[in-house]
């Protein structure tokens, strides 16, 4: 079975500072990667994902992903942080024989003004 | 397109009474998803429709909780007797179901209960 661990349950960062979320995931086949982002009292959204193509992975509102096999991680980064993007970021991971999700803990983001 | 849209958005009830979600999917989309999410915890699978079939609820609570997708378009859940650790926001989902979008599940608002 597939799982996925997100390192920090909260992050805190400054407007315009990097933001940096860790995902680190395990299966025995190849895996679909995925985040998503949860803003108050709504459902999750699609940031984006990883289907075996290309390796570096941009997604909505400036974030990107990276999935480095060697390291079994798939963390999110965006350049500079704005206060918009105060919300909670799930990784989820499935695989093609029934692509069913399964879904990290979530981190917290807050920007600070 | 319009989104999966979910009912109630918020329920509040007393342990050992009954609530029922509805939740009706993005039109076409033949999968749908009832997933429970704990206060600080991650979305968990409770069942998985494939269009009116159940495809996998083996992490579904049958003693209480109950599900169907009768003419395999809009959905109920059930509770029947909730207990307090059933409070939780149940978010539905739905997707094609094809692997050319790599199932791609797209969410509800989700409905929040507060059992007390």
Not at chain 1, 42 to 60: D, E, F, M, N
Not at chain 2, 18 to 41: D, K
Not at chain 2, 49 to 56: E, M, P, R, S
Not at chain 2, 59 to 65: A, I, V
Request: glycine share 8%; proline share 4%; with cysteine.
């Amino acid at each position: 079975a597939q799982s996925v661990t997100q390192l920090g349950s909260h992050v805190s960062v400054s407007e315009g500072a990097l933001v940096l979320l860790r995902c680190n995931y395990s299966s025995s086949v190849p895996p679909y990667l995925f985040w998503y982002v949860q803003y108050p009292n709504q459902g999750l959204q699609l940031l984006l994902k990883y289907t075996s193509a290309a390796t570096l992975v941009k997604g909505i509102n400036g974030f990107e992903a990276e999935f480095k096999k060697s390291e079994t991680s798939f963390h999110l980064t965006k350049p500079s942080a704005h206060m918009s993007d105060a919300a909670e970021y799930f990784c989820a991971v499935s695989v093609s024989n029934d692509y069913k999700l399964s879904f990290g803990a979530g981190t917290t983001v807050t920007v600070r003004a | 397109e319009a989104g999966v849209a979910q009912s109630p958005r918020y329920k509040i009830i007393e342990k050992r009474q009954s609530v029922a979600f509805w939740c009706n999917p993005i039109s076409g989309h033949a999968t749908l998803y009832w997933y429970q999410q704990i206060l600080g915890q991650g979305p968990k699978l409770l069942i998985q429709f494939q269009n009116n079939g159940v495809v996998d609820d083996s992490q579904l609570p049958k003693d209480r909780f109950s599900a169907e997708r009768l003419k395999g378009v809009d959905s109920t859940l059930k509770i029947q007797p909730a207990k307090l650790e059933d409070s939780a926001v149940y978010l539905c989902a739905s997707s094609d179901g094809g692997e050319s979008s790599y199932n791609e599940q797209f969410f509800g608002p989700g409905t929040r209960l507060t059992v007390l």
